[in-house]
């Protein structure tokens, strides 16, 4: 395939020969120059001088006199002007966001040679408006009139006055900026580019050069437009332009809008190009529906492997094209393995980099930051990010490891920075900044250590190295221009406006890869396909939304006045990318257009109408395709783990004199699913640690039975009468004394004497927790006098099974007290529990759903206390559920109940002591038995809160 570039390379070296080094080449890209030049390579047959090749912001920057000035620099001084011209307090903060629209405003301003003082004129009570702009068309005129006339100036709103005030002084303000520049040499693109065509025409500027040939430009502004007129009157200009008569002769048809009046006014020389390509190419194109953003990617990389068959197509002529730029690493990492070559246009986002998330982490651990008392505290959240990131890890990954359990075993909501020692890097970064100036500093200093630790010799120095520290180079940069700008222009920020200004900057940079751009697969955006030709090409996200890109028009200068004045509105937008999109399929035998159909957001999953169009109005004969997955979801196959030689060994240290037993929650576990049992009490697989801001349940139940525990436990081995127990009720101090322990203890796990700081939501649970204490004191009341016999006491059975084994259980029981000659054995739940039970078997049951869990527990706590003190007294289990504290029936002994007969009371667990045993010796009998494996449960419904569950694909 000749390419339009290709062609016209041919054309003008067979034109111009060894004359062309005296001419300047300007095209709409860089990367259009760069294959200029290769084709031109291609074709001389011995050496000539090249000739300059420009884009034509280069072109425009080569003759003028000014310097551009950055765009931050250029918002500083903009500020400075404003705030003087409208004599407010406004701050930066405040004046950022819609300063950077009115630097867009100046821009097209200058760009489109707009008389600025004319369109900053309040032209509300102005009469002969047409007189004013006798320069304009009626059609401009006109709009310019439809703006004005809802302004009453005997009626304005508080936003037009507003809008008045402002629109007067922005003259005043635009000529003071230009002014300022100019006095430094100094310019914004728009202000340089109107400066050089005043001085083109006054002839102050001289241009050297035999002709300057402009290739394939579409949407000009009118500095463009003036350029090419006057060196076209000069003689010193040709132009050509690349198009295909299928949209440049239909009136109607947007990618044609600006050419058709391009090609009047500068006419291309004669050229044997052809530009009737989409009617006779007669190329194959597809429109593919995918399900998912990520999933065009993967469905480029088989279309991608497919066109590497074609062995008479060299791989830059193949393209991948991205309407949507976030979609580079999917597609990177979806590139086939046969291509040997890459090259990629638009550079690696640096908001994806690590060193960014680095940064992101730094300035939310400094918003984080408080002080307390003499003490500075950080978010334990945005601490243990920092010390498991990736570059802080590898500063001094023992001391990272170390500090990081410190703040999950402690459970530091708030981390001091008194802890935070042990290394000069970390000591740095974990240092409050409140100063902006302090903070830059702060930043390059922490990317310059990370930097330095990372720097290696340069044999010992892996390719991931090298990336990384490129990626923390140019952040480090860009933070230096940051603070330099800052120094000189004096101007004062707020820290939350340089995390902004930052971000902006992080979220714009982008680090260029490292490649040949004339060979390989091309990867590239939109924009970079300008003057390009590919034989086969994938377009991914042709989606409405994507391609054309839509969204509000940024500026401050409303639209009638825009299209009044001559400057580009939002409808040029469309047709810009129209031509684009067209230019780049016209002369392509095989065409891939991907879109999404996923709709969630902003995201319509609505296809473009450039394929409406392709569909309904073209000469393309098109192909529509949905690809299927084939996703067979394979059902989890059921875990079974058999007893083999080391379980059996692990069980077996749960018998006789061998130092692990078993609790009463481990069994209730292994009746619930005999798997889940394996997982925690036989392959030991442990939660992961974790700082808890709110408290668990499991932790506000520790929290209850210390403090209990501790009111309590003077009063163990004598007789409470309702007399003591409204004693310790009223002692308020006391109550309150004995749970902040409960949470030194429980909660933060701090030695005794540190002070304690209960904030948030936690001083919630702790007036809780009181209430839930002061109404246990009003229900023992009811039972008293009671005798207290023990407290959170240990006890330990034995239990026989076959081959001569005692199999060890052991457990804490809350309490045990003696009322009218009756031993209690209490069991405090913080969850629901119920009284009842059907029988002894239903509490064996398993996977039984109404299995009650808390009266097999009670059951084993009455058979520990027997076991250990072979008391004559009757023994009866009970159960003090927090959640019927407040019931106005209150009840905590044990029932058997089976339907709708009468609860029978278990006034003694000893009725039931053989069956129970009984049931208990055949659970262990199967735990034991090597042919019995531990299998899932078949109920899922008691997976929805196992730990494990993942594992079991449930």
């Known amino acids: 395939m000749n390419s339009f570039l290709q062609q016209i390379t041919k054309e003008l070296y067979s034109k111009y020969k060894n004359e062309l080094s005296d001419c300047i080449l300007v095209f709409p890209n860089r990367r259009a120059g760069l294959f200029f030049s290769k084709y031109l390579n291609e074709l001389v047959t011995k050496p000539i001088w090249a000739p300059r090749v420009f884009t034509i912001s280069e072109f425009f920057k080569s003759l003028s006199k000014l310097q551009i000035e950055d765009n931050l620099g250029l918002l500083f001084r903009l500020y400075k002007i404003y705030v003087k011209r409208m004599k407010v307090s406004e701050s930066f903060d405040e004046f950022y966001h819609w300063g950077e629209m009115l630097l867009g405003d100046f821009d097209d301003l200058d760009k489109y040679r707009v008389h600025a003082e004319h369109l900053f004129k309040n032209l509300a009570d102005e009469k002969e408006i047409e007189n004013l702009f006798d320069y304009l068309t009626d059609e401009q005129v006109e709009a310019i009139q439809a703006f004005w006339s809802s302004f009453k100036p005997e009626k304005y ?448 999953g609505e296809m473009s109408r450039f394929l409406y169009q392709l569909k309904y109005e073209s000469e393309f004969s098109i192909t529509e395709s949905s690809p299927g997955y084939d996703i067979s979801l394979k059902e989890a196959k059921p875990i079974s783990i058999e007893k083999n030689d080391r379980i059996l060994n692990r069980l077996a240290e749960y018998c006789g004199d061998q130092f692990r037993s078993f609790s009463p929650s481990a069994l209730n576990t292994y009746l619930t699913c005999s798997l889940s049992f394996y997982f925690k009490y036989i392959a030991g697989l442990k939660e992961p640690d974790q700082v808890l801001e709110e408290i668990d349940p499991p932790t506000f139940g520790n929290l209850f039975h210390n403090t209990l525990e501790d009111l309590y436990k003077p009063y163990v081995g004598k007789v409470l009468e309702k007399e003591d127990l409204e004693h310790i009720r009223k002692n308020k101090p006391l109550i309150e004394e004995k749970l902040t322990t409960a949470f030194r203890e429980t909660y933060f796990q701090l030695p005794k004497g540190k002070e304690v700081q209960i904030s948030g939501r936690n001083l919630l649970i702790f007036d809780i927790l009181k209430k839930y204490i002061d109404r246990i004191l009003v229900l023992d009341q009811e039972y008293a006098p009671f005798k207290i016999l023990s407290l959170e006491d240990k006890y330990k059975i034995q239990v026989p099974i076959s081959g001569n084994r005692m199999v060890n259980v052991s457990g804490l029981i809350d309490r045990v007290d003696q009322v009218n000659g009756t031993i209690r054995i209490l069991d405090y739940k913080t969850g629901k529990a119920d009284l009842f039970f059907k029988d002894i078997e239903s509490l064996f049951e398993k996977e039984g759903k109404s299995r009650n869990k808390a009266a097999f527990q009670t059951f084993l706590y009455c058979l520990f206390y027997e076991d250990k003190w072979k008391t004559a007294e009757a023994i009866s289990p009970g159960v003090y559920s927090l959640k019927e504290f407040f019931s106005k029936k209150f009840a905590c002994m044990l029932a058997k109940k089976e339907g709708r007969s009468k609860p029978e009371p278990v006034n003694d667990y000893r009725v039931y002591k053989k069956e129970f045993l009984d049931a208990l010796t055949l659970m262990f009998e199967e735990i034991f038995n090597p042919e019995i494996p531990f299998e899932q449960v078949e109920n899922e419904d008691a997976c929805r809160t196992c730990l494990y569950a993942e594992i079991c694909h449930r």
Not at 285 to 299: D, I, R
Not at 438 to 457: G, I, P, S
């Open 157 to 604: 709103s508080e936003h037009q006055k507003e809008f008045v005030n402002l629109w007067e002084n922005l003259f005043a303000i635009y000529a003071d900026l230009r002014e300022e520049l100019k006095s430094e040499n100094l310019a914004y693109e728009g202000m340089a580019s109107r400066a050089l065509l005043d001085g083109l025409e006054s002839g102050e500027i001289q241009l050297q050069a035999k002709k300057v040939i402009f290739v394939g430009f579409n949407a000009l502004n009118r500095c463009e437009i003036d350029l090419f007129e006057f060196l076209k009157r000069k003689d010193l200009a040709e132009f050509y332009w690349d198009y295909d008569e299928s949209y440049l002769q239909n009136p109607y048809h947007e990618a044609g809008l600006f050419l058709r009046d391009n090609i009047k006014r500068f006419p291309t020389p004669k050229t044997e190009v052809s530009f009737s390509n989409i009617k006779q190419n007669n190329a194959k194109v597809e429109f593919v529906s995918l399900s998912s953003e990520v999933g065009q990617a993967k469905y480029a990389h088989s279309v991608v492997q497919e066109f590497c068959k074609d062995s008479e197509v060299a791989p830059e002529e193949t393209a991948i094209v991205l309407a949507d730029e976030e979609l580079l690493l999917p597609v990177l990492h979806s590139i086939p393995e046969v291509i040997d070559n890459v090259n990629v246009t638009m550079g690696y986002p640096a908001k994806n980099t690590p060193v960014a998330s680095l940064l992101r982490l730094v300035i939310d651990l400094q918003k984080s930051a408080r002080k307390n008392g003499n003490e500075i505290e950080f978010h334990h959240k945005e601490v243990l990010a920092l010390l498991n990131h990736q570059y802080l890890n590898s500063v001094n990954p023992d001391l990272a490891h170390e500090l990081t359990q410190d703040i999950l075993t402690t459970n530091k909501i708030k981390v001091p920075r008194s802890l935070l020692l042990g290394d000069e890097v970390i000591e740095k970064l974990f240092s409050p900044v409140k100063d902006v100036n302090q903070f830059a500093l702060y930043l390059l200093n922490l990317l310059q250590n990370v930097y330095q630790r990372l720097e290696t010799k340069d044999e010992d120095k892996s390719l991931v190295d090298k990336i990384e520290q490129e990626y923390i180079y140019h952040l480090f940069l860009a933070i230096k221009r940051l603070k330099s700008l800052l120094d000189q222009h004096q101007i004062e920020v707020k820290q939350d406006t340089f995390f902004k200004i930052l971000e902006k900057m992080i979220q714009s940079l982008s680090i260029p890869f490292e490649g040949e751009p004339l060979a390989g697969l091309q990867v590239m955006g939109i924009l970079e396909t300008r003057l390009l030709d590919f034989k086969k090409l994938v377009v991914l996200s042709m989606n409405e939304g994507k391609l054309p890109k839509t969204g509000t028009a940024n500026s401050f200068i409303p639209y009638h006045l825009r299209k009044g004045f001559g400057m580009p509105t939002i409808d040029h937008q469309d047709a810009i990318f129209a031509y684009y999109f067209y230019r780049l399929i016209q002369r392509a035998d095989d065409i891939k257009l991907l879109y999404s159909t996923q709709s969630d957001g902003i995201r319509t």
